[in-house]
């Protein structure tokens, strides 16, 4: 199970790398899970867009789900 860790105003938060939408890793770069302007996580392959501190879905085809917290 792959994982990453960001951080979001000082603090560290790690989930597995996987949307729970397609089920597909999030970064289609490696490494790269930011939107454009750093506020959130993205998934490459549909564009979902998550809240990094909670995981939660807040745009893009899954709202209300949430990323796997590691």
Known sequence: MAGFVVNHDG???????RC???G???DWWPNE???E???HLIC???GA?????????????CP???????
């Open 44 to 46: 490459a392959t549909h």
């Open 49 to 61: 867009v998550f809240e990094p501190d909670t995981g939660l879905c807040v745009e893009g085809p």
């Open 33 to 35: 899970f930011l939107t």
């Open 11 to 17: 603090r560290h938060y790690a989930y597995v790398n």
């Open 24 to 26: 597909t890793p999030l």
């Open 64 to 70: 209300g789900a949430r990323l796997e917290a590691l």
């Open 20 to 22: 729970p939408h397609a």
């Open 37 to 39: 302007d750093g506020r």
